[in-house]
């Protein structure tokens, strides 16, 4: 107890202690003396550059704090301002404030300090930071558990920092004490509630206009009511967040818009829900975090890495939340897509490009953390630079977005990282040097056609072609053409079929002719006027072709898709150089030649495989699509650039490729001889000389071109496939072995070649402004260089190897344009100016951007040639000589110095005429310049007429040629003859003159060769030796040949027999045949074309007949021959006919059978069950002979069983009771009221009534009364029963009928009860039970509505009181009558309703007859037998009062023996029988149901019929005696009708539910009708005539429409294909019958001569039409074009095959050996003709004038060369040494004879007297000189000194 007490105390003194301290505690430290900052975003770990970027508005600006005491908190956990320098962009703010202790320390417990705090500033990037820039003065006061800070607002936008306290060490706190915020606090007992089961989930979701984020949750199982505590927290950094939002509630779910503020688009989202006791307090328990959710835009991939390989990859942007829609045209959100560089240099080239610059987000149901995406396609962009592997990062920016939600938002950007791949060239280089994608050397000295470059990723060629390019001493080879090809697009840069120094490239573009050319395909550019022709594809590689005299140097660059899979002379694209040739060189190079006519030049086989380029675009900052939109909500979903491949050139260029364009329409690429730039070819007609293209102007006796002799033998359908004869492809190869060395033949040295070559090219303005870009290139350039001088022997080759330093030049500086740092670039603006402008203009030009822009007087792209410079001409094409029978004289090659591709490059034309001896100008021409190269063009030739030209020693014509480049400077003449080489044979001498051949015609003024035809005649030729002025007849002339079928000739009895014979004359003459004999109704054309109506009567197995035919030409030369065609039966059995096969050749004689009706097969021999069709639309299909029947059921009838049959029309019902007629069937309304029965049978039984007679008139009152007193009859009796509607009564019970008493069964006396009309059905009636005239307290009982006295369907409408009675409506659409009696048809209504009417007056003439209303339809009928009503089709209602049928009944039998007289008033008599009368119905039904005979009734003879009588309008009380008549019937029916006292006459009251005046009412309906309706009757609308339903809208079409047609308005029928007739009943033929074919029966057609089938679809020609041939009649084809003949089977070719070639297809001649070309006008001589000579005929040259031998090779001297001299041209002799003169009979001394010595003989001088010597240089002295003198002349000594005398025989004294 005492330590109890112990314990007590302690415990109090420390309560006492802990109070005293709380006293002593500041007021500041409790709840109420501070406030707390929990912005998590005042944490130091917060980066604050985010918020700048996405919400500037949520940066944390302490400015305009309130100063006061402030505690922190972060996430709700004790925090502190830290004590350290906080670097910038932290906490939340951009200048973070810290506390600055100053080498202080915090206070103590209840201890307060005074310190201040540091601003952290950087004023800009790059300088030094402060960390106390600005200082605030901060009191702090230690609370014991956390501090307390006396802030004051900042200066600017600075913000207080914060960081997480340490927390307490585990298990400080005392037992019993948990931790709250970090403090010690006792633990209260509480209940704890579960924690959730499973992780919240977080949603978005579309509510209305706004988009909410759920969280949702499954409570934990508990038995107390739980609710739930959600914390809405987002990430702020790198694991830490900040809490947003807080809720309890007791949903299980938590919702929270996104509005842009505290729930933003970009941030990704947590939510944590802790559950708790409703109800009780503490009883939370531990929370349950979600997973992170993003809000915004995220792509399918975080990164993309791609490579620079043209692959496309498809990138998906989806959206996590709901995306808005405005309507139901604008959903979704635009998104602009970009492509950055993260580097933040500008690149010129993007890195990527995409294919859509805009995407439409769309919105899609939210799954898979989708609510919608948008796609596009991303790739590499091939940049064809080395800049290693970059960065490029991809953004979606929303547009145009009218949410808040959506404004300035920045999506997270894509990071892409392209990959370099490698790019590369490949040269081939003057004869050639090639150099190889990786960089290997090596030379290629044969000629044809090799695959240069061919791409294994892709569908990418190219083929090169070289030719000999005319080395002195060596055979070289240089490029002359290039063709690639990519995809099914093929380009060609072509001039090989022309000739070395005077042709230029010939550009083609062939691309597929289905395509458009958008931009999307190959292009062409020029540079330097045509010397530098780049084509660029698609895929950014090219072909580049620098031409030039000699040919051309090509360049062809490698894409990096190509990268490791090349293949040809280029190597293989893989870095190693090692690989790039295999085998030795030889074998490498032969591996990849190409077979004549299978390159590029010749044909492209098609690509299937057409793959569809899909268009990409920068996308970089400040693009704009070209594309323009309707709409700018709706973006555009793709480019139409190509930015995903570079193709920049610095080279100024024109885009040239419209010019070059051929489209291929579907076919293969067929040989195309028509480029861009048409060359001259050698002779105007495709000739040999053209297609083997003779070199011999440009050879000069030192090398000259192969010839033929070497090469392959050629057919002519080889030379079909070849755009033109590449010689070069078919010449025998061997290897060359090309042995160099130096000195050269010209004495040319390494040491002058290699100085040569270093100042053209180290030292030209390529080599030295791209020094540094070329490096160790140049050097091979000068080696190259070197192997060119040395092989060619020329200096003019020295400059041939620039055009490749400016290509490495191009290629280098794009390679390097993104290293900025390199030094080799050098200057690069310096380097663009030097390509753009070579050799910066020669000062001759301004630089511009476009290239050279020239002084005046300059020209070239580079300004490097004078204008006014005169031009040189050397010589004329084939020595200024044309024969125009041989070339084309209308422009001649002219070859010179200096040529110049000018304006002003024209050329003049002098005509020489031949006058008095000599040849004097005459008009002067300019003609058009064809500028060819430098040292070649052609000129035009003005036109000449022969019309003045006779044939003598004068040419043809003369020119003088004369070329300027300017239009001022004239080169000097060079003279043009132009002769007639048939007749004449000219020299190019200065005399002009010809010589006349001898074999010879001149006719007309025209020279013909001997044996020449006669154009118009080939029975007149030249014969010189008969006349050589007039045509001679042609003595040898062979007849035609006669071309027999392949096989025999075939036909079948009944057939139209076609046959074309064929025939050819050798001399090519016009053709006729001619029939002698043969069967009868056989016609042969003079064409050849043999037609015979073969009889039917053939019945043999096989019959033959034979037709005798003679073959003429135009020169009567004729053939005889006999054609024999046999003849086989036709094989169709049943009565088939045969009908020709036209699969099959014309003559085979196969035919088919055209089968009657019943009939199928081959032959026509099985039967054809029609059955298996069922045409039967009901009932059985039967078989007949002649094809089948149908039996019909019951109720439908017709040839197929579609017919309906009306059994109403015989009507089967009782009397009075409605039949309804359906398809096939029928059905019978309820029995009248009263009866029963089915409504074919009604019975009723009925009391006998009495028969009281009237021999006078009564008065109505009279008579009915009496009705109701008298006895019923008791006898019963048979009679023609009306129908019950045709009355008034009722139509749901039978009626019966009694027979009058007293009158025998048997009597033939047949009385009506009813007298409205006679009943079609007899019926035997029994006694009725019951009055049907009274009801109860006497009141008539059938005079109203309730009967249903009207046709169904018809309203019924009550007369108001006091008028007793109904009115009928108007009769249902479609039927006709007066609304009791309602008929299909208007004129049996009408019939109907008379004769009732007659009838019933008849029998009721003691009945009252009032004076009736006018009938609007003119049908007029008696409504009853006592009262006549108002009837017959009017549309108005009928009024009907009571039914007085059975005392009229008994009245009539009494007196029907008398004579009654009208009444005056009334005018009722009584009818007299006079007659009997059969009636209409065809049976009579007994009370027992059976039908017996119909017996014969007795009928009254009527009167003539007047106008029925109005109804009786009033009761039997208030009727009275006599009431007079208005006279007109003014009134409206049922309307009382009174007349005035002045004659006149005054209508009552409309009825009850009408409006009017009485004469005209109307129905009143309270409700207005609808459409289709009107008031018919009081407050009831009623369909208009012609609709039907409860809406009206169904328009009734009566009878129906039958077979699925449509009622489409009142009584109009819409019928289905197959049927018509008013009402689709005529099913005919349900596809029409074709070609004229009428249908004649149901899917029967009557075809036309010709035509056959079902439906005569079936066109079956007498003829069978070949190649392609239409029949478009049964005797006449339509054939295609190229094609003629009755059955297309000849050939046109225009114009005519030449030399006995036959057309066998259109334009195509099939040529004999020895002929080739488009018409075999080219012969072959193999090996090819000499010395100029032609080629005319199969291995026969015609020989220039001074050569012969069969070709051409020996010359001919007219006088014979003698003294050993030997004839080596024509008329020239070589001559042997020591001899000379034209025919070397002039000696020849190499040394001049002396001192008038004579040559004499070869080195022979014949010296004068006194000289001798071979020179005659020796003196001669008659006697000899003495002592030594010497003779100098004849007989003249020199002596010596000291001698004299004439001997110098005297010695002189000295």
Request: charged fraction near 20%; aromatic fraction near 6%; include cysteine.
């Amino acid at each position: 107890m005492k330590s109890l007490g112990n314990s007590l105390r302690c415990h109090l003194l420390m309560l006492f202690l802990a109070a005293q301290a709380f006293a002593e505690q500041a007021p500041e430290c409790f709840s109420g003396g501070h406030r707390t900052l929990r912005n998590p975003y005042r944490s130091v770990d917060f980066d604050s550059t985010e918020i700048q970027n996405t919400a500037i508005q949520d940066l944390v600006c302490d400015h305009s704090l309130a100063p006061g005491w402030y505690r922190f908190k972060i996430n709700n956990k004790p925090a502190e301002m830290p004590t350290s320098c906080v670097e910038m962009n932290h906490c939340g703010t951009q200048a973070p404030v810290w506390l600055s202790l100053k080498g202080k320390s915090l206070p103590g417990p209840d201890e307060v300090l005074h310190l201040s705090a540091c601003a952290t500033w950087q004023f800009f990037r790059g300088s030094t930071k402060d960390c106390c820039l600005f200082r605030i003065p901060i009191t702090i006061r230690n609370c014991g558990d956390f501090l307390l800070y006396y802030l004051q607002p900042t200066q600017g936008c600075m913000g207080y920092c914060a960081q997480v306290a340490s927390t307490l060490a585990p298990g400080f706190c005392p037992s019993g004490e948990v931790e709250v915020n970090g403090r010690c606090k006792a633990a209260l007992p509480t209940a704890t509630s579960p924690s959730l089961m499973s992780r919240p989930l977080i949603d978005s979701e579309l509510i209305g206009h706004g988009v909410y984020l759920r969280c949702s949750f499954v409570p934990p199982p508990s038995s107390h009511s739980l609710g739930f505590h959600v914390v809405w927290a987002r990430h702020i950094g790198h694991s830490m967040k900040a809490e947003i939002h807080r809720e309890s509630t007791l949903k299980t779910f938590s919702l929270v818009e996104m509005d842009g503020a505290h729930f933003r688009l970009g941030e990704t989202f947590l939510c944590s829900v802790s559950t708790f006791r409703v109800n009780v307090n503490h009883s939370r328990s531990s929370p349950r975090e979600s997973e992170a959710f993003y809000a915004g835009l995220k792509f399918s991939v975080e990164s993309l890495h791609i490579a620079e390989n043209g692959e496309e990859h498809e990138v998906r942007v989806h959206s996590t939340v709901p995306l808005p829609c405005y309507d139901l045209n604008q959903c979704g959100v635009p998104l602009m897509l970009g492509v950055h560089d993260p580097d933040g240099f500008v690149h010129e080239v993007s890195n990527v490009a995409l294919s859509a610059c805009q995407v439409q987000l769309r919105p899609t149901d939210c799954r898979e953390g989708s609510c919608g995406q948008a796609s596009f396609f991303i790739t590499a962009v091939t940049d064809f630079t080395r800049d290693g592997n970059r960065i490029s990062l991809i953004s979606s920016l929303p547009q145009n977005s009218t949410w808040p939600l959506w404004k300035s938002y920045i999506p997270a950007a894509l990071k892409v990282t392209v990959q370099d791949v490698p790019t590369s060239i490949c040269y081939s280089l003057t004869d050639p040097h090639v150099i190889t994608l990786d960089g290997r050397n090596y030379d290629n000295h044969q000629t044809g056609t090799f695959v240069l470059y061919r791409s294994l990723a892709r569908n990418f060629e190219v083929h090169a072609r070289q030719w000999n390019c005319g080395s002195l001493h060596h055979a070289a080879a240089c490029g002359c053409g290039v063709a690639a090809r990519e995809g099914n697009d093929v380009a060609v840069v072509d001039m090989c079929n022309g000739q070395r120094q005077e042709t230029r490239p010939k550009v083609t573009v062939k691309v597929p002719g289905g395509e458009r050319s958008d931009g999307r395909r190959v292009r062409v550019l020029e540079s330097h006027q045509g010397k530098k022709v780049t084509i660029i594809f698609p895929s950014g590689a090219f072909i580049r072709a620098d031409v030039d005299d000699w040919g051309m140097s090509l360049s062809v660059r490698a894409p990096s898709v190509d990268y490791g899979n090349t293949q040809g002379l280029c190597g293989t694209f893989d870095g190693n150089i090692n690989n790039d040739i295999h085998d030795d060189l030889h074998s490498f190079i032969e591996h990849w030649r190409i077979a004549p006519g299978e390159s590029l030049f010749d044909k492209t086989p098609p690509d299937p495989r057409q793959e569809e380029r899909r268009p990409f675009c920068g996308c970089q900052k400040g693009y704009r699509s070209e594309k323009k939109h309707r709409s700018s909500q709706t973006p555009p979903s793709d480019c139409h650039a190509e930015d995903n491949v570079d193709y920049t050139s610095v080279f100024p260029s024109l885009d040239t490729t419209m010019e070059y364009v051929k489209r291929l329409e579907g076919e293969q690429i067929s040989p195309n001889v028509s480029f861009g730039h048409s060359s001259k070819g050698r002779a105007h007609h495709f000739n040999v000389r053209n297609e083997f293209r003779d070199d011999r102007l440009l050879s000069n006796d030192k090398f000259r071109r192969q010839t033929m002799s070497a090469s392959q033998s050629i057919s002519q359908a080889d030379l079909e496939h070849l755009a033109y004869f590449f010689p070069e492809d078919h010449l025998v190869k061997a290897p060359l072995q090309v042995q160099l060395g130096w000195p050269t033949s010209s004495g040319l040295t390494s040491s002058k070649a290699l100085e040569l070559c270093h100042v053209t090219l180290s030292n030209s303005w390529v080599g030295t402004v791209c020094r540094g870009l070329l490096g160790r290139r140049l050097e091979e350039a000068v080696n190259l260089c070197i192997l060119d001088l040395q092989l060619k022997d020329n200096l003019s080759w020295d400059e041939a190897m620039l055009p490749y330093l400016t290509n490495e030049c191009e290629r280098l500086l794009l390679e390097n344009r993104a290293q900025r740092d390199n030094k080799a670039l050098g200057h690069p603006d310096e380097i663009l100016t030097a390509l753009r402008c070579p050799n910066f203009c020669y000062g001759n030009g301004e630089c511009t951007e476009f290239g050279c822009q020239c002084h005046p007087s300059f020209s070239s792209y580079d300004c490097s040639k004078t204008v006014e410079q005169p031009v040189e001409l050397l010589n004329l094409e084939n020595g200024g000589l044309c024969d125009l029978r041989t070339f084309d004289c209308q422009k001649v090659r002219v070859f010179g110095l200096g040529f110049i591709e000018s304006p002003n490059l024209s050329c003049h034309a002098t005509r020489l005429k031949y006058v008095t001896g000599a040849w004097l100008p005459g008009e002067k021409q300019r003609m058009k310049a064809t500028f060819l190269s430098s040292k070649a063009l052609d000129c035009g030739l003005p036109s000449l007429s022969n019309a003045d030209f006779m044939m003598d020693d004068k040419s043809y014509a003369r020119w003088e040629i004369r070329v300027t480049n300017d239009g001022s400077q004239y080169s000097l003449a060079k003279v043009l003859t132009i002769y007639d080489g048939i007749c004449q044979v000219c020299a190019g001498s200065h005399s002009g003159m010809c010589r006349l051949k001898e074999r010879t015609c001149n006719i007309d003024g025209m020279c013909f060769a001997e044996g020449d035809s006669n154009p118009g005649s080939p029975c007149l030729h030249c014969d010189p030796d008969t006349s050589k002025f007039t045509w001679s007849i042609n003595q040898v002339n062979r007849p035609p040949t006669f071309h027999r079928p392949q096989g025999e000739l075939r036909t079948f009895a009944g057939e139209n027999f076609v046959f074309q014979l064929a025939a050819s004359d050798p001399e090519g003459s016009a053709l006729l045949f001619e029939l002698v004999s043969g069967p009868n109704g056989a016609i042969l054309s003079p064409a050849g074309l043999l037609i015979w109506k073969v009889p039917s009567t053939f019945k043999e197995e096989l019959t033959q007949s034979t037709f005798h035919l003679t073959l003429s030409d135009e020169c009567n030369a004729q053939s005889t021959l006999a054609v024999q065609v046999h003849v086989v039966p036709c094989g169709c059995q049943n009565g088939g006919t045969c009908a020709t096969d036209f699969s099959f050749p014309a003559g085979s004689g196969k035919y088919l059978c055209v089968c009657p009706d019943g009939k199928q097969g081959n032959l026509c021999h099985e039967d054809v069950d029609k059955c298996l069709s069922t045409p039967c639309a009901e009932g059985t299909c039967i078989g007949t002979d002649g094809g089948y029947k149908c039996s019909c059921p019951e109720g439908l009838t017709g040839a197929t069983c579609r017919e309906d049959i009306d059994e109403c029309e015989r009507t089967p019902c009782f009397p009075g009771v409605h039949c309804l007629n359906s398809y096939g069937s029928y059905n019978c309304g309820p029995c009248p009221q009263g009866m029963q029965g089915n409504g074919t049978h009604c019975t009723a039984d009925m009391r006998p009534p009495t028969i009281t007679p009237t021999l006078g008139p009564r008065t109505v009152k009279e008579v009915l009364m009496q009705k109701l007193t008298s006895p019923r009859p008791s006898v019963q009796f048979a009679k023609m029963v009306p129908r019950a509607e045709a009355f008034g009564l009722p139509q749901a019970q039978p009626t019966t009928r009694r027979r009058p008493s007293g009158i025998s069964p048997n009597s033939g006396l047949e009385i009506d009860t009813a007298g409205g009309g006679i009943a079609r059905d007899p019926v035997e009636v029994g006694p009725p039970k019951k009055s049907s005239l009274m009801q109860n307290s006497g009141k008539l009982a059938s005079a109203t509505c309730s009967s249903r006295p009207c046709f169904p369907g018809v309203q019924c409408i009550n007369r108001r009181p006091p008028h007793v009675g109904y009115v009928c409506g108007r009769c249902p659409p479609g039927l006709h009558g007066n609304g009791r009696i309602c008929m299909k048809s208007a004129e049996a209504a009408f019939n109907h309703l008379s004769h009732q009417q007659q009838t019933a007056g008849q029998r009721t003439r003691s009945s009252l007859h009032l004076s009736a209303l006018p009938s609007r339809d003119n049908i007029k009928h008696l409504s009853q037998a006592l009262l006549v009503g108002r009837e017959g089709g009017t549309g108005r209602r009928e009024v009907d009062t009571v039914d007085v049928r059975a005392t009229s009944a008994f009245s009539n039998a009494a007196t029907h023996r008398s004579n009654v007289t009208p009444s005056k008033g009334f005018g009722v008599t009584s009818p007299k029988l006079s007659q009997q009368a059969t009636p209409p119905s065809p049976r009579q039904i007994t009370q027992s149901g059976r039908a017996t005979k119909p017996r014969q009734t007795v009928s009254t003879r009527t009167k003539p019929w007047t106008r029925p009588a109005w109804p009786l309008k009033t009761t039997l009380g208030s009727l009275p005696e006599f009431m007079a008549p208005c006279p007109e019937q003014p009134c409206f029916p049922g309307v009382r009708c009174n007349t005035t006292s002045d004659g006149g006459s005054r209508c009552g009251r409309c009825p009850v539910g009408f409006t009017g005046d009485g004469k005209m009412c109307r129905a009143v309906c309270k409700h207005t009708c609808g459409r289709n309706m009107e008031c018919a009757a009081p407050d009831t609308c009623r369909c208009k005539a012609g609709y039907a339903g409860s809406d009206c809208q169904t328009a009734i079409c009566e009878p129906q429409c039958t077979n699925k047609g449509t009622c489409v308005a009142p009584g109009v029928c819409q019928c289905p294909d197959g049927f018509h007739g008013e009402t689709c009943q005529e099913a005919v033929c349900r596809l029409p019958c074709e070609n004229g074919g009428t249908c004649t029966g149901l899917q029967t057609c009557s075809c036309p001569y010709g035509f056959v089938g079902p439906r005569c679809e079936t066109l079956v020609c007498s003829r069978h039409c070949h190649n392609g041939g239409r029949c478009v009649s049964p005797d006449e084809c339509s054939c295609q074009p190229g094609w003629s003949g009755p059955s297309c089977e000849t050939a046109l070719c225009g114009p005519v095959c030449l030399n006995g070639g036959l057309c066998i297809r259109p334009d195509s001649c099939e040529c004999p050996g020895g002929f080739y070309g488009t018409r075999c006008q080219n012969a072959i001589c193999t090996p090819p003709c000499k010395n100029g000579g032609v080629c005319t005929r199969n291995n026969v040259c015609w020989c220039l004038q001074g050569y012969t031998g069969r070709r051409c090779e020996q010359s001919v001297c007219e006088h014979m060369c003698i003294n050993g001299g030997r004839c080596v041209g024509p008329d020239v002799c070589d001559c042997p040494s020591g001899w000379q003169g034209k025919r070397c009979d002039k000696p020849r001394c190499e040394q001049k004879c002396l001192n008038g010595g004579e040559c004499v003989g070869p080195n022979t001088c014949h010296c004068p007297p006194g000289w001798h010597g071979m020179l005659c240089h020796v003196p001669h002295c008659q006697q000899k000189c003495l002592y030594g003198s010497r003779c100098v002349r004849p007989n003249v000594c020199a002596c010596r000194s000291g001698l004299s005398g004439a001997l110098c025989s005297r010695k002189l004294s000295i």
